[in-house]
């Protein structure tokens, strides 16, 4: 298997112990440091945007099942257009966070995050899925150390 980091395993606690396994004899100090430190909350939040996502999608099609049932130009029509737009944006945009880049290096501490854990401003409604990767590394360059 090449070594890119895009092909390792992740969003489970066990696989980040198992890593540690020979620094730290003991894996369930590695699980009750995760823990304590909020890693196994936002891995749990990561699957569960990925599942928000997927059941937007399911309601956007069923939506856009609905408005071909309604007279276009009414007002039903028309309302079911706007949901269909606004589900679609925020959608995308979850979509785009849960495709960010892996492989991205944080500051030592939280006084030198700067932009590194803020929303970027341009932060387009409908941005594509990989819109991350060419914002970092025009911001940040390639190994995630802003230049």
């Known amino acids: 298997m090449i070594e890119d980091i895009n092909n ?3 969003n489970h606690p066990s696989l980040v112990a198992n890593d540690l396994e020979a620094l730290v004899p003991e894996r369930e100090v590695v699980l009750h440091i995760l823990k304590y430190r909020g890693i196994n909350k936002w891995l749990r939040v990561r699957r569960l945007l ?3 996502k997927s059941r937007w999608k399911e ?3 069923q939506l856009q099942q ?3 049932n309604h007279k276009k130009g009414s007002k039903e029509y028309y309302k079911l ?3 269909v737009e606004a589900l679609t944006n925020c959608r995308q945009q979850i979509r785009a966070l849960c495709h960010s880049p892996r492989d991205v290096v944080f500051p030592d501490s939280p006084r030198d995050f700067g932009s590194f854990c803020e929303l970027p401003f341009d932060f387009p409604q409908r941005p594509h899925k990989k819109w991350f990767y060419k ?4 911001i940040f360059g390639e190994h995630g150390i802003k230049e």
């Open 81 to 83: 257009v706007g949901y």
């Open 135 to 138: 914002y970092d590394s025009g």
């Open 66 to 68: 609905e408005k071909r």
């Open 59 to 61: 309601q956007i099609n």
């Open 50 to 52: 990925i599942q928000l």
């Open 8 to 10: 390792y395993r992740q």
